[in-house]
């Protein structure tokens, strides 16, 4: 695989190295990709296309529970969800992990044992990210050593926003050589980024800097993934392997709940990546009550009919 061009090396070299390249970006066309995601959200598909969609979206759930009413009772129940999403249904799909805050990450990580389901844990002071830099990545360590495979971290928006460019990948850099063999996802919280341009800036720092997975969002404020910076950050992991060899996942996360939503943010994957990123291992969504909207949605292509309101369980 194609090592990292020297370009980008030189890139990240100081403040104002990092700037110029990221300000040498192509300018983002507003219009244009709003259009484009809206074009692509028309597409339609036949049933047993659909039938394949809603199982692949299924797999793709990180299953997640960020409150703080919490308890490991709750974890566990969502673990046995993420496990066997339809009681009624064998042949329904794993989803692909359980996302849960640090102190949560044992109770879920002994739930998940041997099942192929990952645990996911936020870390870095989730969600403001509001914290020393020696406290986000105790915070990582802890969500390691409790046994998660996947860290989602929270960029500092301030420091992105007032232009320190460079410190936010010496963190994400930082956090990277905490995470040991667990993926590193790495969240800008869009809604806060407030242009498009600022959002195609941040996802080559993501990845430059390492991340394994750009997200879109902490599903905690009020503007989250929509399929126009998702189809954004879909063109930067593209055009990102095309001229490093290096492959990175999406996770768009917040706002995303029936199996329509899903379908479109499938299509544009296929449509902007390709096909190499319709799989778990490189797309996820951060969703919990996508998960229900789903199983009925394939039980009505099983049956013929939709279920009662008792047939998914709440989370």
């Not at 061009?5 to 890139?11: H, M, Q, R, V």
């Not at 759930?61 to 993420?82: Q, Y």
């Not at 999403?85 to 329904?92: I, S, Y």
């Not at 229900?292 to 709440?314: A, C, E, F, I």
Request: proline share 4%; charged share 25%; net charge neutral.
């Amino acid at each position: 695989m194609p090592t990292t061009a020297p370009a980008f090396s030189d890139a990240t070299a100081s403040d104002s190295a990092l700037r110029r390249f990221l300000f040498g970006l192509p300018g983002v066309d507003a219009v244009g990709l709003e259009a484009r995601a809206a074009s692509l959200g028309t597409r339609s598909i036949k049933t047993t296309a659909k039938a394949y969609a809603i199982d692949l979206a299924i797999s793709m759930i990180d299953l997640t529970t960020l409150e703080g009413a919490d308890t490991p009772g709750k974890v566990r129940a969502l673990a046995a969800k993420a496990v066997n999403p339809d009681p009624t249904d064998r042949t329904a799909p794993r989803t692909a992990a359980v996302c849960v805050y640090p102190d949560m990450a044992a109770t879920a990580a002994a739930a998940l044992a041997g099942s192929g389901v990952k645990v996911a844990s936020v870390a870095t002071a989730f969600p403001a990210g509001r914290a020393a830099l020696d406290v986000k990545l105790a915070d990582v360590r802890d969500a390691v050593a409790a046994g998660a495979d996947e860290i989602d971290m929270v960029i500092d928006r301030g420091a992105f926003l007032s232009g320190r460019f460079l410190k936010v990948y010496e963190e994400i850099l930082a956090v990277k050589a905490e995470c040991g063999e667990a993926r590193l996802k790495v969240i800008f919280e869009t809604g806060e980024l407030s242009t498009y341009d600022n959002i195609r800036r941040a996802s080559w720092i993501g990845m430059l800097a390492g991340a394994d997975f750009i997200k879109t969002s902490t599903g905690k404020v009020a503007t989250n993934a929509t399929p126009a910076n998702t189809l954004l950050m879909l063109e930067a992991v593209r055009d990102f392997r095309a001229q490093t060899g290096t492959q990175i996942g999406v996770k768009p996360a917040g706002g995303i709940r029936t199996t329509k939503d899903a379908v479109k943010f499938l299509v544009l994957v296929n449509e902007t990546a390709g096909e190499d990123w319709l799989d778990p291992h490189w797309f996820r969504f951060g969703a919990s009550s996508l998960l229900n909207d789903l199983l009925m949605q394939r039980q009505k292509l099983s049956t013929g009919r939709y279920s009662g309101p008792d047939y998914v369980t709440v989370d």
